[in-house]
């Protein structure tokens, strides 16, 4: 495919001297393997993993992966006829199975902690003709994105991120069926020192490699339930936060399983005396010159900008828990309980935790 990213003109300044310090990299750290991967609409990483040299070659150029990857259920299976006409879509480019092309992005590259001969980067995602994907997360975002710095804005957004870490007691098996696990606390004790005492040997594993990702983390916490710890995160701006969450999840789940663990951020998973993990999305907006948050106010608890997006939130909460609940188990949590969402609401709370209680399902 030739210069693909110049051809096209998909790179900034920035992504190109970035790719110029990868191939840098490559060389002093010795990688032996780099991961290109990108987001599915469920959230779950894909790509394919190219021997160094071959990485090197076709980072301008592309690699090619078939578009199904975009189209399939939560079982992996894909969900729309892609060998009619306009592959279910009355899309010529999905028609078939044919293929897309992920550009990597280069500045999101980094060396994997646990897997040092391996260097990591998130894609986007084209049609051969140049065009972006049009189900790629990303581009959607920063379509939003470049809506904002037309007018000089900046998203800026911090997580809060739960999830239940468990030990492995088996092989994982090859029928499907979930791996048989056991906690590794009691739970029923929030932020009790002695219960995250009995998990620090694992929680500084994973502290070390958030870290060693140069991901911008604040605390690692044990939350109520058994097996249940919230990860926190201070704030990034456009693009990042999200990137942040796809690397996040990954490097949990991978780190956990090479030391005999399974870690799921699935909203209730079926375990004994489960209680139930979500997560906090804490979302601003900035001055892109000067950096002031537009949601301040001198005299209002929130700006007139502030009030709008929060209206925004509300007006779209219901048609956005298909995107951001869409397992079945986001849904089973007991309406008895104090943090079950029932209602939208926008609430002005005196509190740092943010401006809008939301949903605390999550995947």
Request: net charge neutral; glycine share 8%; hydrophobic share 40%.
């Amino acid at each position: 495919m030739g210069d693909f990213v110049a051809r096209h003109g998909l790179w900034s300044e920035e992504q190109i001297a970035a790719a110029e310090r990868i191939a840098a990299s490559v060389v002093q750290n010795n990688l032996q393997v780099v991961r290109f991967a990108f987001a599915d609409a469920h959230g779950v990483l894909r790509g394919k993993t190219l021997v160094v040299e071959e990485a090197l070659r076709v980072l301008r150029s592309g690699v090619n992966v078939t578009t199904t990857l975009l189209l399939k259920d939560l079982s992996g299976k894909t969900a729309f006829p892609v060998y009619t006409p306009g592959g279910g879509f009355d899309m010529p480019e999905l028609q078939g199975a044919a293929d897309m092309v992920l550009v990597p992005d280069p500045t999101t590259f980094r060396i994997l902690p646990w897997a040092p001969h391996s260097g990591w980067v998130l894609c986007d995602i084209h049609f051969h003709n140049g065009d972006p994907m049009p189900f790629s997360t990303r581009h959607l975002m920063r379509q939003s994105l470049d809506r904002l710095a037309e007018r000089g804005i900046e998203f800026v957004a911090g997580l809060e991120v739960e999830c239940h870490i468990l030990k492995l007691d088996e092989a994982v098996p090859a029928n499907g069926e979930p791996p048989q696990t056991s906690p590794i606390n009691a739970g029923y004790q929030y932020l009790t020192e002695l219960r995250y005492d009995e998990i620090d040997p694992l929680m500084e594993i994973l502290r070390k490699a958030f870290q060693a990702l140069d991901l911008p983390l604040r605390s690692l916490e044990i939350e109520f339930g058994p097996s249940q710890v919230e990860l926190t995160f201070g704030p990034t701006v456009g693009l990042a936060p999200a990137d942040l969450m796809m690397l996040l999840r990954s490097a949990v789940k991978q780190v956990c399983r090479r030391h005999g663990y399974h870690a799921t951020f699935m909203c209730r998973p079926k375990l004994p005396n489960v209680v139930s993990s979500g997560w906090h999305l804490h979302q601003s907006l900035r001055r892109a010159d000067d950096g002031t948050n537009l949601f301040m106010s001198e005299t209002e608890p929130l700006s007139e900008l502030g009030r709008f997006y929060l209206g925004g939130l509300l007006a779209h909460a219901r048609a956005a828990t298909a995107f951001r609940a869409s397992r079945d188990c986001s849904g089973a949590r007991p309406a008895s309980m104090r943090a079950a969402v029932l209602r939208i609401v926008g609430l002005g709370e005196a509190r740092p935790s943010g401006i809008m209680r939301g949903s605390r399902t999550g995947r």
